[in-house]
C-alpha cells in the first residue's frame, strides 16, 4: 500500500482498517509514508525490525548518479580540476538530497547549467548552497525553477501543467498538446468542417501508410488503417468541404507526436516527462502536489493568460476527438466519446 499519508480521510479510521486486516494470520502489508505521528506511533515504532528508511537505502545510488553526470560534463571539469573539489560538489548535493532523487536530478542540471554558461566554481558553490531542499511551497525548489524560466515560455509551461493536473486519471494524448496550439489561434478549432492540419502531417489519401509506424486502428470498411487512432479525418488540399467524414484517417503521426514532444522538452522539461510515445506525463507526483497548491493555481493562470480555461479546453479538446473518432460497430466508444458533452 503506497502513500498511506496521502489518504484525505480520517487517518484513525485507517489504522483501525489496517489492524482489523492484520488480525487475520493469511494478510500480512506492506506500506509506505511519508513521516506522519500517527503512523510512527502505530507502526514506525523504535526498534521495529520491520521498518525501512528509503532515503537511507538511495543515498548511494544518489552518489553514484552524481558522480557519474558531474565527471561526464566537460565544462564542470574545466572549473574543479581536482578530484577533491569535484568530489565536494557530489557529496554535498547527496547529504542536501536526503534520498530524494528527482531533488538531485533538478539541482544536478541547475549546476550543469550554470558551468556551460561560464560560470566560476565560486558561483558553482554559490547556486548550490542556496537551493531550497524542499521541492514544493512558495519557496520550494519548483518555484525557484518556474522563476528563472524563460518568460516566452511560461505561457505554455503554465497551460500544460494545468492541463494535465485537471485532466487527472482521464489523461491527456500528445495529439491533445497539439491541439492546444490549435485552440490558441482559434478557440472554436474543434466546430471546423475540417481541421485543417499542417501539410507535413496530412497523408495524400493514396499513399503508403509511413515505414515504421506501428499503430493501426480498424476502419469502417474493415481493413486496416494507418495510425493515429482515429482522430483526425482526411484532408485532400486543406480546404473545407474537401473530404468525407467516411474517408480513412491518414495521418504521419509520428512526426506531429515527435514535434510536439520536442516543443514539451523545450517549453517544461523540469516538469514534464516526453519519453513516454503515447501520454505525456509528470515528472514526479510532487509536481501535481506543488501545482495544486492555492498560491500557484493563481499564478500559474496568471502566466496561462486571461483567454485560456482548463476546464473549457479540456472539453474542446474531448469534443474534438468525439467529433472525428470512429469507432467500429460493437466495440466500445473512447472515454474522449463519453466526455466530449460534459461542458
Not at 574543479?80 to 544536478?108: M, S
Not at 495529439?175 to 485543417?196: G, H, K, Q, S
Not at 510536439?260 to 515528472?283: G, I, N, Y
Amino acid at each position: 500500500m503506497d502513500g498511506l499519508d496521502e489518504f484525505t480521510g480520517d487517518e484513525a479510521m485507517l489504522i483501525n482498517e489496517l489492524k482489523q486486516l492484520l488480525a487475520s494470520p493469511f494478510v500480512k502489508i506492506c506500506a509506505s509514508s511519508r513521516p506522519r505521528n500517527l503512523f510512527e506511533h502505530t507502526f514506525g515504532y523504535e526498534g521495529c525490525e520491520w521498518k525501512v528508511a528509503l532515503h537511507e537505502l538511495t543515498q548511494n545510488d544518489i552518489m553514484q548518479m552524481a558522480r557519474s553526470r558531474l565527471y561526464d560534463d566537460d565544462c564542470f571539469i574545466r572549473l574543479n580540476d581536482t578530484e577533491a573539489q569535484r568530489e565536494r560538489f557530489v557529496v554535498t548535493i547527496t547529504d542536501k538530497a536526503d534520498g530524494v532523487f528527482l531533488w538531485a536530478v533538478l539541482v544536478i542540471r541547475e549546476i550543469l547549467r550554470e558551468a556551460q554558461q561560464g560560470g566560476t566554481m565560486d558561483e558553482l558553490q554559490d547556486r548550490l548552497e542556496a537551493l531550497p531542499t524542499e521541492l514544493t511551497g512558495s519557496e520550494g525548489l519548483f518555484q525557484r525553477i518556474v522563476e528563472r524560466s524563460d518568460l516566452r515560455y511560461r505561457k505554455y509551461m503554465a497551460r500544460h501543467l494545468l492541463l494535465i493536473v485537471h485532466a487527472g486519471d482521464q489523461g491527456l494524448f500528445w495529439e491533445d498538446i497539439y491541439f492546444v496550439y490549435e485552440e490558441e489561434n482559434d478557440p472554436d478549432f474543434m466546430a471546423r468542417p475540417c481541421l485543417r492540419l499542417d501539410d507535413k502531417y496530412r497523408l495524400p489519401h493514396d499513399q503508403k501508410i509511413p515505414e515504421g509506424s506501428t499503430q493501426t486502428w480498424e476502419g469502417n470498411d474493415g481493413g486496416l488503417q494507418s495510425s493515429c487512432r482515429g482522430f483526425f479525418v482526411e484532408c485532400y488540399n486543406g480546404t473545407s468541404g474537401t473530404h468525407s467524414n467516411e474517408q480513412a484517417c491518414r495521418i504521419h503521426q509520428s512526426l506531429l507526436v515527435e514535434d510536439t514532444r520536442q516543443r514539451v522538452r523545450k517549453w517544461c522539461p523540469e516538469f514534464m516527462d516526453a519519453s513516454d510515445m503515447t501520454w505525456p506525463h509528470l515528472m514526479h507526483r510532487s509536481v501535481a502536489e506543488y501545482v495544486r497548491l492555492p498560491e500557484v493555481q493563481r499564478q500559474m493562470t496568471a502566466y496561462a493568460g486571461p483567454d485560456f480555461d482548463p476546464w473549457l479546453t479540456l472539453c474542446r479538446l474531448r469534443f474534438a476527438h468525439a467529433r472525428v473518432s470512429r469507432v467500429t460497430p460493437g466495440k466500445r466508444a473512447p472515454f474522449y466519446f463519453e466526455l466530449a458533452f460534459l461542458r
